[in-house]
């Protein structure tokens, strides 16, 4: 089955609280913005890893390319 945005909204979600979730692509390249309480306090590195820890082994074998944009709700919010 091929991996689409709906499927890593999904396993994003269920693996990490988000405030805010939006995952778009065509099946290879993927972009998401990820808003979480979960990044307050960390370094860019940090939250991309807490992204790809709710993720799992999919990262690996599902999803080749994901830019991700991580934001705190404060930082979304504004």
Request: glycine content about 10%; charged content about 20%.
């Amino acid at each position: 089955m091929a991996t689409t945005p709906e499927l890593i909204h999904g396993y994003i979600s269920a693996g990490l609280e988000c405030t805010h979730l939006d995952v778009k692509g065509d099946g290879h390249h993927f972009e998401a913005v990820i808003v979480s309480p979960a990044f307050a306090g960390k370094r860019p590195i940090q939250r991309h890893q807490i992204v790809y820890a709710a993720l799992g082994d999919r990262m690996r074998e599902e999803i080749h390319a994901l830019s991700m944009k991580t934001l705190t709700p404060e930082e979304f919010g504004g």
